[in-house]
């Protein structure tokens, strides 16, 4: 029977959905998914957005008649199936209206700690991190900058924020550490604003216009900022952003592995390693903002020049409007490439030739080309970590380990890649810890150790390897929530975040979430680890 749909709803007629990145294929049930957009007949933009909240409350409900599982879908950049289910996905990549918040919408106390209502600016959960950029530093005026970013864009906010996207930004954290509020969408009948007690944002006209039920916990805002979509659908983000600001990036190569990289790596002291950056760590009107080594683990040895890292940094810099454009080499490399950019590169090389054998003679022809040092480059947020293409089956891993592990465990993944040679490279990078419950960046200072490589058995053993020689050897780690994670399981997820902290997250879940609401957005992957309490 023919269902009455509301305006801003249609069905998707999906069951074989495949991510963005081709390293899973995933069945939905058949005529259980969705597509949303923006209703065309409220009369504007504010009356749209909260008609659109009623549509989230009908897909509830509409779940909760015909006993599915729901999952909003954003731009299927997980390499997980952290954001799938058994039950249908709902399209909601067209959500993308965005609204500056007037000084009325914004509380006192916000005002009070010397922020300003520019300072935010509120979102639907479909816009990507792209076109976040474009609307912030393009449009708005004056020009705005996001305070963190992803080494790429593709990302939907929502997506981002529910498994833990994140930069190199040591100084501010990841994309989440950014957000002061989240619209949820929880039942049938119930939405909420979640923001810290510790930090209220929104005044009580905003909350007339919104119509939701405010909720000001420390817990429960820390507990949803990642939540990998299961705390119910995300419709709204409130982002604080900042004034804009330029990056300068430099990139240095066959630097030497010895004890002054070592102290740099794992603790961000540069004190004897300075005199190798291409400026002072602080200084007048330029601070170091993003510090990453880059390794080709088969051509890796301490102390020797010919087989050092690759260095990345980037600066902090005042705004100007004629600073020279990023250009594209004569080798096809953006200035600022990526490991994951290094892959797919290769996977365009191999093609359906593609062979675990042949792809460690390529990382060690292209780590060079791709992160050559070069002079100065110039960009925005926007404009430096901008938007690769897919480009086949890569894999992709992310380790979190205290940064004073760091050494350490990068040696012992070159002993392990003298094994088991990997099909890719490796960075690291640095992120600032983050107060979420379940942030996988939750050391004080986290490092990633980001391995991008070919989907293939090796590469899957690989991490298998390292997974386990950590745990052999008692160092603490977490695992990226998008990224490759198939050997998490409920003692392990414990074991790396603590029964407080899993047990605090599973109340707070259970404090949003009645029965009936709790089975439409409950999947697979929490039921795996233990979350689905």
Not at 4 to 30: C, D, M, V, Y
Not at 197 to 203: E, G, L, Q, R, T
Request: glycine share 8%; proline share 5%; hydrophobic share 40%.
């Amino acid at each position: 029977m023919p269902i009455n749909l509301p305006e801003g709803i249609s069905k998707l007629p999906i069951t074989a959905w495949q991510n963005g990145h081709q390293n899973f294929t995933h069945n939905f049930k058949p005529d259980c998914s969705f597509k949303l957009t923006i209703p065309d007949s409220p009369p504007d933009s504010a009356a749209k957005y909260l008609a659109t909240t009623a549509n989230f409350q009908w897909l509830i409900q509409y779940a909760i008649d015909n006993n599915i599982q729901l999952r909003a879908l954003g731009n299927g950049w997980s390499f997980s199936q952290v954001g799938v289910c058994e039950g249908g996905l709902v399209d909601t990549k067209s959500l993308r209206l965005s609204f500056k918040l007037s000084d009325s919408f914004v509380s006192q106390d916000y005002l009070d700690t010397g922020h300003e209502s520019g300072d935010l600016f509120l979102t639907q959960c479909g816009m990507s991190i792209l076109m976040l950029n474009e609307k912030l530093e393009n449009d708005a005026n004056p020009k705005r900058s996001l305070k963190a970013s992803g080494a790429s864009n593709g990302q939907s906010i929502a997506g981002a924020t529910s498994t833990g996207t994140h930069g190199s930004a040591f100084k501010v954290g990841a994309v989440h550490d950014t957000i002061r509020g989240l619209h949820i969408v929880v039942g049938p009948h119930r939405h909420v604003w979640i923001e810290k007690k510790s930090n209220p944002i929104v005044s009580d006209a905003f909350m007339n216009w919104l119509g939701a039920e405010l909720i000001r916990d420390d817990d429960i805002f820390n507990a949803a900022v990642v939540s990998f979509g299961s705390f119910g659908f995300i419709h709204g983000i409130l982002i604080e952003t900042e004034p804009i600001f330029l990056l300068e990036e430099q990139r240095a190569a066959s630097v030497l592995y010895d004890d002054s990289l070592i102290k740099a790596i794992n603790n961000l002291d540069f004190s004897e390693f300075g005199i190798k950056l291409p400026f002072p760590p602080e200084g007048p009107d330029k601070e170091l903002y993003h510090f990453e080594v880059l390794v080709n683990p088969h051509q890796f040895e301490p102390g020797n020049p010919d087989k050092g890292v690759y260095l990345k940094t980037m600066y902090k810099i005042p705004y100007r409007s004629d600073y020279p454009k990023r250009v594209r080499d004569d080798q096809g490399f953006t200035y600022g490439e990526n490991t994951l950019g290094v892959i797919e590169t290769i996977l365009d090389t191999l093609g359906t030739g593609i062979s675990d054998i042949l792809v460690p003679p390529l990382v060690n022809k292209l780590f060079p080309l791709a992160f050559k040092a070069s002079g100065d480059a110039f960009g925005t947020v926007g404009e430096t970590f901008n938007n690769p293409k897919f480009r086949g089956k890569a894999a992709s891993a992310a380790i979190a380990v205290d940064s004073s592990n760091a050494s350490h465990v990068l040696e012992e993944i070159i002993a392990i890649n003298h094994e088991t040679p990997f099909p890719g490279g490796l960075a690291m990078r640095y992120v600032k810890g983050t107060s979420a419950i379940l942030g996988f960046t939750h050391f004080e200072l986290s490092c990633i150790m980001e391995l991008d490589g070919v989907d293939s058995d090796v590469s899957r053993r690989f991490f298998s390897k390292i997974w386990e020689r950590l745990e052999e050897l008692a160092i603490p780690y977490t695992l990226h929530w998008g990224k490759f994670n198939f050997n998490l399981n409920p003692g392990r997820v414990r074991q790396m975040y603590g029964d407080v902290a899993v047990d605090k997250w599973i109340a707070c879940r259970n404090k949003l979430l009645d029965a009936d609401s709790k089975k439409v957005f409950t999947n697979n992957f929490i039921q795996s680890i233990g979350l689905d309490g």
